[in-house]
């Protein structure tokens, strides 16, 4: 809860002037509390209106994505890319591509990605874009066409030093490869204006990896701090995109089992242990269901709806699927069930009851800003490969993203304790991500 009165009529503020926009003021709410001790020690941050300006962002674009489906028939999209915040660096964040998307999501994706770039220490800032398109079920001809119909519009904004989109829900390496190949086309250059590049036009190598890595490295940390770690643990892990993939890859090199995974339909459940190159072969193979799992797998078990998978037992739970996926009432299921710690793969997973209830229980909760941060640190050395014209070996660029994420976990703790909130991740994140931005926004001036 906030109580600071200024804090309180910025928040007033927020609601008022992004009406029916929820989970941006979910995200709003969240870093302002946990700013509340950062304005007493710096009152400059609210007498220079820093803590104004940062809740708003620079520049918002929003387009008509027009093209042909395979039909003939003309469909409409809408496009979005919202440049929050470029104190620190070029505004930088992934694309979404899913129905869901609406101006107030790419709003709270960007916001919190401000605060997340910030903590990896990389001179990025934050933005986020994408689309209501859903790229389920259209054939690859439909997905390069809107995606190169989506570029044609998108292209007058972004550029190396000015705006590095890359991918997220939806978008991935097809997607990208079919973005920057139009970026090429219409720009006549050959930049890093995209991260998340296949390896044969100035991808990165360990990018494909980075989220999923760098959240068990987090999570590592967490874990190592309280004497323990990811060995003989039983793990939960929600979705079966990208990040979900690569977390089971690492927790299992880390000695843990994955005993269930998921997509938006339903779950699946294999006490064996969960045969990571199956979900690959269906996820980025074919583009299929989970539920295909059982197929090869038919003593694992299948079920429907996928809120389901917080019931299943387990010592550490990775949630890595989309915003609000764990509720108040799926955190109390698994804290009845044991569990030891909780991080966010996904951007806002768990929903301010959840979060609540975790820390009421004494459970280690390492938050999405933190917790995911080494997919976009990862971006960050593709730029910076890219600008040297050179590249790393998966060895070098893993063990920088390693570093990082260590980093990342001692400065969010360090914060923490700094402002009086031993052990709150949440508060220490939100606190350490906002330092950097905002010294360097007074810097500025009114800005
Ligand atoms: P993908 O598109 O690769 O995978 C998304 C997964 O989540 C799929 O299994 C999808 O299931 C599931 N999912 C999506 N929407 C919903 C929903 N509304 N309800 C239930 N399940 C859903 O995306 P990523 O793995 O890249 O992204 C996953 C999360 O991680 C997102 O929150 C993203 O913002 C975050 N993230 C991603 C980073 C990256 O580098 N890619 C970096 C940091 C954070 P289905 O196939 O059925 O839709
Ligand atoms: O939420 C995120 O951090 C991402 N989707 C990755 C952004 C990036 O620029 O790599």
Redesign the pocket.
Known sequence: MITNAYLLEVMENVKKRNQGEPEFHQAVAEVLESLEPVVEKYPEFIEKGVIDSIVEPERIIKFRVPWVDDSGKVQINRGFRVQFNSAIGPY???LRFHPSVNEGIIKF?GFE?TF?NSLTTLPIGGGKGGSDFDPKGKSDGEVMRFCQSFMTELQKYIGADTDVP???IGVGAREIGYLFGQYKRLRDEYTGVL??KGLTYGGSLARKEATGYGLCYFTEEMLKDSGTSFAGKTVVVSGSGNVAIYATEKATTLGAKVVAMSDSNGYIYDKNGIDLAAVKAIKEGRRGRIKEYLDVHPEAEYHEGCSGIWTVKCDIALPCATQNEINGESAKALVANGVMAVAEGA?MPSTPDAIHTFQQAGILFGPAKAA?AG??AT?ALEMSQNSMRLSWSFEEVDEKLHGIMINIYKSASAAAEEFGMKGNLVAGANIAGFLKVARSMLAYGVC
């Open positions: 930088k964040g992934g994706l990605q997340k890359a991918g997220d991260t998340g951007n995911n997919g976009v971006s």
